[in-house]
Every structure is written in structure tokens, then in C-alpha cells.
């Protein structure tokens, strides 16, 4: 069993290839630098294949399987190893990562081939394939933390892609300092881990944790601190504002960084520790409750953006907040059945946007554009399924897991109908928002300048990625299909030792997989005929009413409710309530406090006064020096008289 | 024969040495301050020889010797100082002497 025991092997070659493009990549042509970064993606999806088989092959007792490679701190008795493991949730990352990562990196060489500093992008998207590897394989809080901190900085290096562009470079710095905020808040959790379990290793703390009860307040505290840190690398409420902003970067970093794997980072930090989580109800409360409302609010602002890519960007917090509202009501393994199909499609939503974006030679502006159906049909049908497959209609990958999250928040363990609303309301708005972007691009009439623009389909090198992962838009929900008539969600099942097996003992009972079923077809009609579906359905009629029967509709709806339209096109103005309220008084803090009072005043104060203390007493002690030999006899004179009285005090006995 | 007490000589020599002191402050002739310096090596050597004979022992008589050794010495450089001074600047003030400060 190489692989399985070489653990190692699937993070080096990445980081290989980001360090020979990044050495080297700058004088090499286009096709080098091509086949060193897509190579080294290709030898990392092989090797996680071939990790798979041997994975299968191991018996359950053996998971999580841990290669443990050197020590990579020790101080007193905290000891950080740096280890990798392998279990059933692992294997899912891995995949669903090694494997839209290297259609991305195929896509880019199409996509980024008119573009300068090639070598740079490709050596950045290979580190980030680096560290997001670590991040989901790693057997311990700090290794997480090692790759959870690579990516964003990826994340940041990629975002301001294009550094001369100003507005670029301030999202990537928007983004990093916006997630250091929830950063913060993980670290403190990871020292909080520690001083309570005395071990930041993954199987030490569930295991100690299932063993020994813990004082529920600490748990939760350490719960909501680490939870802080999904909040701010997976865009949620409050921390959401950097993730829009991303969208200055180029198209495929968008898609893999900012909708497929990283901001997911967060939803699976949640579901690796879902042994601290499930023990901790209010915390898990407050996850359900923050991925609901984050889910309905950004899709509210989805509904007005008229940038194709803000779009999927407020629709991409929108699902990351159904995957949170997952996890928080204890249905784990359905918050990471979504976070792959939402992988699959919303990958291949940014992709075709990144298509159209290319096929429209820069244009963003969904309001510019219009009929390309006809002129870029590959794009059209791949980004058409993928719009299927969020939406929730039946058949495609999306439907199977929201409808398993709307499922779980309204009958499962910890089920909420107020959260279960917001989520229904949430996927009717995504519905509309989804097909209104369809609607905008491909149909009607064009609204651009025809004889400037020349569209045209992408290269297959663009095309094949969109078609793949249309293909697993389609069927990358169909593990679960067996469920509605009455069978097994193998998803599910395959990813139920994880969440089973340290899971709180009152939790058993939730566990309904074998409750006998009325009839197959009964349950396959409630499905296909329950409030999700209904919901999407409707959305899609009213998109369909608005911007292809009626187009006028829109105008005059914006009109009649001014007010909720502005606010919406304005985000609620959330930007300008972080800059008034954060910003704004932390630059003048920085100003007038820190920067004029303390570094000017105090620090350069303490600097300066002490030169110019030394030059003025140097200034009065220098007259002393005045070449006049009598002054010197007479300083002497002084200094000796003063040393003989000084001797006499000192040494004499008055005796009487 | 009444012995002169040891006291006697300690007060002459701090008397000469006090001349010298303030002849060495006040007077502007190098020459005359040179004296006073060799004034004030001499009390010195007096209330050695001094000391010398009232314990009994030779440490302060070779001491004396050592003081005139020095002082034959540092006259022969300081007067041939004063001969360059006197040359360079036509006066022996000490007043017109005091390039070196800053």
C-alpha cells in the first residue's frame, strides 16, 4: 500500500509544481509552464485515486488512518506532530477537491492564455492546491490551521491577480483582513482546545471528549470561537463583504477558490469537529441560525445585481449558509453532500460565467449582454444544467442535497421551522435570481453593440471542464437517490462512521435510516412534490414571466418599491455601515491616536527627547573644555578638595 | 635635644603645597606655574621624608627619590615646551594658550 502510507506524496506534488513555475515559470514558455502545473494536478488526482482503492480496502477499525511524519514542535506539554489522515470525509474532500481543481487548472491554461504573469497564476493555484490538501487531510487543529492560513493567503494572492488594477489589490486585502477577523477567533478556539483536552490532536480531543464529559459552557465557547473562523472563511454574516469583492480576480480562481473548495473550508472545519459540536447545542443553534439567515439575506441581494458575477458570488454565501444551516441542525453529512454538488455546479456556474465573460471579450454586465444562446451553445446548455442543478429541480445533484438540508432543519434532530422557512424562502429566491441570470445572458434580445463585439465559443480547453462537471451536476447527487423510493442514501452511509462514531449517546435515536417506509412511490411523489421543489419551480416561472414574457415587469416593479430596490442594489448597505461604523474610526484611531499621538508623540517623543537631552547637556558640558589650562587647575582643585572632604567624612572616627 | 614634632613639618608642607596650588591657578607666566608645580612636588616630598623619619622606615625617602626623578624629567620636557611656546607666539601667557577644546 504506497500511497496510504505515503500520505505525504499528494500534498509534495503540488507544491512541487508551484515551486518550479515559481522559480523557473518566468521564462518559460506558455506550454511548459502548462505542463508542469496541470502535470503535477494530474499526479496529485492519480495519487488520491490510487489513495481511494487502497482506502477501500481498509478495514473500519483501522480509520481514521494517521501517518504521522515528524514532530514538528514540542513545548512542555504541548507537542504538535505534523500528521496527515485518511477517513471517510477526508476521501470526500480529497475528491471533490483534486478533482475540480484539475479542471479548473485546464480550464485556466484557455482561459488565462492572453493574460501576463502566467507562470505567477499557475504557480499560485498550484500552492493553493497545496494548502487546501493540507487543510482537509491534516490529523491535527494546527496542520489544519497551517493549510486553513495557505489558502488565504492564496486566496489573497490570486484575488489581486491583477495588482495594478487598484480595485483588485483592495478586495485581496479586503479579503484577507476580513477573514483574519474570524481567524482571530479560531486561533483563540485552537488554545482553548488545548488548555481543555491538553492535545490539539483530532482523535485525542473526540476521544477524551466522548470519554470524560466536558462543562458544556466551555464547549460552547470553544464551539462559537472556532465557528468564528468558518464565519469569516466561508463568507457568512457578518463577515460575508469580502467574498463579492473577490470577484476581481480572475474567473477560475473565483470558481475554485471563492465558490468550490476554500469558503467550503469552513463548513468542513464544522463537520471535523462535529464530536465538540454536537455536544454543544447553543452553539449549534447559533451555526443553524447564522446559515439561514445568511443563506435568505444574500439571496435577496442576489436578486438585483446586474454583475454577472457578483451573482454567483452572493449566491455562493447564499449556499454556503444552507451548508452551515445543515450542520447546525446535526445533519452533518448532508451540509458536505452539499458542499460537493455545490462544488460541481457552482464551479461550473463560474466557469460558463468565465466562458461568457471570454466569448463577450470582458463584459460583465449581464445587462449587455442577451441571445447568446445561439452563439455560444456549449457554454448555454453546461451553464443552463448547472442553473437546474442549484435551483433544486428534480433530477440534478443540487436538488438531492438542499432538499436533505430542508429535510434535516424541518424533521431532523434538531429541526426549526423558522429555519426551515428562511431555507424555503432562501431557494425560491435562488431559483428566481438563477434563471433571471440565464434569462438576462442567453435569451432575448442582444443588448450589445454587435458589430464591436465578436462572441465566440471558447477553445475545447475551456469547453470540456464545463461539459465534466455538467455531467457531475447532473449525477453527483444520484448517491442519494435511492432514498426517495424508500432505499439508502449511500452518501450518507458512506460518511456515517465519521459523524457516528463519537457522537453524543442521545443523538443515537436520530439516526432513521432503517424506519420502515410507507411506499416507495408515496415518498417519491411527497419528494418531487414537496415545498422545495415547488418553490424552485415557481421561481423559475416568475424569472421566466418577468424577463422573457414581460420584460417591462422588472423596470416598473423597481419603480413601485423604490425603496427595497435601492437597498437591495446597495447590499443594505452594508459596506458603507462597516466603513462608518469600522473603518472609518479605526483609520482615524490609527491616525490621530496611534499613528500622531503614539508613534509621533510617545515613541518618536522618547527618541527624539533623548537626542536632544544628550545635544543640549553636550552643548553645557563642552564650555567646560575651554583650552584654558588654569580652568582645568581649577576643576581639579575642586575635584580634589571634594574627594579629600569625601575621604575625611567617610574614613575618620570622631573619638572622643 | 626636644625633637620637632612630625606635625611641624606636615603643616609647612601644606602651606607650600597651598602656595603652590594657588600660585599654579593665578599666575599667567608658564614659567612662574612651572615653579609652582615644582613647589608643590616639594611639599610633597617633604611631608614624605617626614613621615619617613617619624616610623622609622624607607619607603617615603624612596618614594622622594622617585618624585625627584620625575620632576628633572618633566622639567626638561615642559621647558623645552615652554622654548617651542615661546618661539611659536612671542609670550609666555598661558592665556594665549588654549587651541585645544572644542
Same mark, same amino acid.
Given at each position: ?8 506524496? !499528494?500534498?509534495? /506534488? ?17 506550454? +511548459? ?6 502535470? #503535477? ?50 476521501? +470526500? ?10 479542471? !479548473? ?41 497551517? *493549510?486553513?492560513? *495557505? ?8 484575488? &489581486?491577480? $491583477? ?20 481567524? @482571530? ?19 485525542? !480531543?473526540?476521544?477524551? +471528549? ?8 466551555? /464547549? ?126 457552482? *464551479? ?17 454586465? =449581464? =445587462? ?15 451553464? /443552463? ?45 435562488? #431559483?428566481? %435570481? ?40 447532473? @449525477? ?37 435510516? *432503517? ?29 421566466? $414571466? ?18 427595497? %430596490? ?11 455601515? %462597516? ?17 500622531? &499621538? ?6 518618536? &517623543? ?28 581649577? $576643576? ?21 | 635635644?626636644?625633637? +620637632?614634632?612630625?606635625?611641624? %613639618? ?23 606655574? @612651572?615653579?609652582?608645580?615644582?613647589? =608643590? ?6 611631608? @614624605? ?54
Amino acid at each position: 500500500m504506497p500511497i496510504l502510507h505515503h500520505l505525504w506524496i !499528494i500534498l509534495a /506534488l503540488p507544491l512541487a509544481g508551484a515551486a518550479i513555475n515559481g522559480l523557473f515559470g518566468k521564462r518559460w514558455s506558455q506550454p +511548459v509552464v502548462n505542463s508542469v502545473a496541470v502535470g #503535477s494536478v494530474t499526479l496529485t488526482l492519480l495519487a488520491v485515486a490510487e489513495l481511494v482503492r487502497e482506502f477501500s480496502l481498509l478495514a473500519p477499525e483501522q480509520l481514521p488512518f494517521v501517518g504521522n511524519y515528524f514532530t514538528w514542535m514540542v513545548a512542555g506539554p504541548f507537542k504538535v506532530d505534523f500528521a496527515l489522515q485518511v477517513d471517510q470525509l477526508t476521501v +470526500v474532500m480529497l475528491l471533490v477537491v483534486s478533482f475540480v481543481g484539475w479542471l !479548473i487548472h485546464i480550464y485556466s491554461t484557455g482561459y488565462m492564455a492572453h493574460e501576463g504573469g502566467y507562470y505567477r497564476f499557475f504557480s499560485y493555484l498550484n500552492l493553493f492546491m497545496f494548502f487546501m490538501l493540507t487543510l482537509v487531510m491534516a490529523a491535527n487543529l494546527i496542520v489544519m490551521f497551517v *493549510g486553513w492560513e *495557505g489558502v488565504g493567503l492564496c486566496s489573497y494572492l490570486l484575488i &489581486g491577480f $491583477w495588482f495594478l488594477k487598484k480595485s483588485a489589490a483592495d478586495a485581496g486585502k479586503k479579503a484577507f483582513i476580513t477573514t483574519r477577523i474570524g481567524d @482571530f477567533g479560531f486561533t483563540v478556539g485552537v488554545l482553548l482546545v488545548f488548555a481543555t483536552f491538553g492535545s490539539i490532536d483530532f482523535g485525542t !480531543i473526540f476521544k477524551s +471528549v466522548s470519554a470524560n464529559p466536558v462543562s458544556e459552557a466551555v /464547549l460552547t465557547t470553544i464551539c462559537i470561537l472556532l465557528f468564528t473562523g468558518a464565519i469569516g472563511k466561508s463568507a457568512q454574516i457578518p463577515l460575508y463583504v469580502w467574498l463579492p469583492d473577490a470577484m476581481e480576480g480572475p474567473t477560475p480562481v473565483s470558481a475554485l477558490i471563492h465558490a468550490a473548495t476554500m469558503v467550503t473550508a469552513g463548513v468542513y472545519m464544522v463537520a471535523r469537529m462535529n464530536p465538540l459540536f454536537s455536544r454543544a447545542p447553543i452553539a449549534m443553534l447559533i451555526v443553524a441560525i447564522v446559515g439561514a439567515v445568511t443563506a435568505f439575506y444574500s439571496a435577496t441581494i442576489g436578486l438585483v445585481q446586474t454583475d454577472i458575477k457578483k451573482v454567483l458570488a452572493y449566491s455562493t454565501v447564499s449556499q454556503l449558509g444552507y451548508m452551515f444551516l445543515a450542520c447546525g441542525v446535526g445533519s452533518y453529512a448532508a451540509g458536505i453532500f452539499h458542499l460537493m454538488t455545490h462544488a460541481f455546479f457552482k *464551479g461550473l456556474l463560474f466557469l460558463a460565467a468565465g466562458s461568457v465573460i471570454h466569448a463577450m471579450g470582458g463584459e460583465q454586465d =449581464m =445587462m449587455k449582454m442577451g441571445g447568446l444562446a445561439k452563439k455560444i451553445p456549449i457554454t448555454y446548455w453546461t451553464m /443552463l444544467i448547472a442553473t437546474l442543478a442549484i435551483a433544486g429541480i428534480p433530477g440534478f445533484a443540487g436538488f438531492f442535497s438542499k432538499d436533505e438540508i430542508l429535510e434535516a432543519a424541518k424533521s431532523g434532530p434538531n429541526a426549526n421551522l423558522i429555519l426551515w422557512l428562511l431555507g424555503v424562502a432562501g431557494a425560491a429566491l435562488t #431559483s428566481f %435570481y438563477m434563471f433571471r441570470l440565464v434569462f438576462l445572458t442567453f435569451f432575448g434580445k442582444p443588448r450589445y453593440d454587435e458589430h464591436h463585439v465578436h462572441v465566440h465559443e471558447s477553445p475545447k480547453n475551456m469547453t470540456v471542464p464545463l461539459m465534466i462537471l455538467a455531467l457531475l451536476s447532473i @449525477f453527483g447527487g444520484w448517491f442519494a437517490a435511492p432514498k426517495l423510493i424508500g432505499g439508502v442514501d449511500y452518501f450518507e452511509k458512506f460518511l456515517s462512521p465519521v459523524f457516528s462514531m463519537y457522537a453524543p449517546p442521545m443523538a443515537e435515536p436520530a439516526v432513521v435510516i *432503517g424506519e420502515p417506509q410507507a411506499s416507495a412511490g408515496m415518498e417519491l411523489l411527497k419528494a418531487l412534490t414537496g415545498v422545495p421543489v415547488i418553490v424552485a419551480v415557481l421561481g423559475l416561472l416568475v424569472a421566466w $414571466w418577468f424577463y422573457i414574457k414581460n420584460p417591462d415587469v422588472p423596470k416598473r416593479l423597481a419603480r413601485s418599491v423604490h425603496g427595497l %430596490y435601492t437597498l437591495l442594489l446597495n447590499k443594505y448597505y452594508v459596506d458603507e455601515i %462597516y466603513a462608518a461604523l469600522l473603518v472609518r474610526p479605526l483609520l482615524w484611531i490609527s491616525t490621530n491616536v496611534l499613528w500622531h &499621538g503614539i508613534d509621533e508623540g510617545v515613541i518618536d &517623543g522618547v527618541v527624539n527627547g533623548s537626542a536632544r537631552v544628550a545635544r543640549a547637556s553636550g552643548n553645557q558640558l563642552r564650555e567646560l573644555q575651554s583650552g584654558n589650562t588654569r580652568s582645568y587647575a581649577s $576643576w581639579m582643585l575642586i575635584g580634589a578638595l571634594g574627594f579629600t572632604v569625601l575621604l575625611i567624612a567617610l574614613f575618620t572616627r570622631v573619638v572622643h | 635635644m626636644s625633637v +620637632v614634632p612630625v606635625s611641624y %613639618y606636615l603643616v609647612l608642607s601644606a602651606i607650600l603645597f597651598g602656595l603652590g596650588v594657588v600660585a599654579f591657578v593665578f599666575k599667567r607666566n608658564i614659567i612662574t606655574i @612651572f615653579m609652582s608645580i615644582e613647589l =608643590m612636588l616639594n611639599a610633597v616630598n617633604l611631608a @614624605f621624608v617626614a613621615f619617613a623619619r617619624a616610623h622609622n622606615q624607607l619607603d617615603g625617602l624612596v618614594f622622594v627619590f622617585f618624585v625627584i626623578v620625575v620632576a628633572a624629567a618633566e622639567a626638561a620636557v615642559g621647558l623645552a615646551i615652554v622654548i617651542m611656546l615661546a618661539q611659536h607666539r612671542q609670550s609666555l601667557s598661558v592665556e594665549r594658550v588654549n587651541l585645544l577644546k572644542f
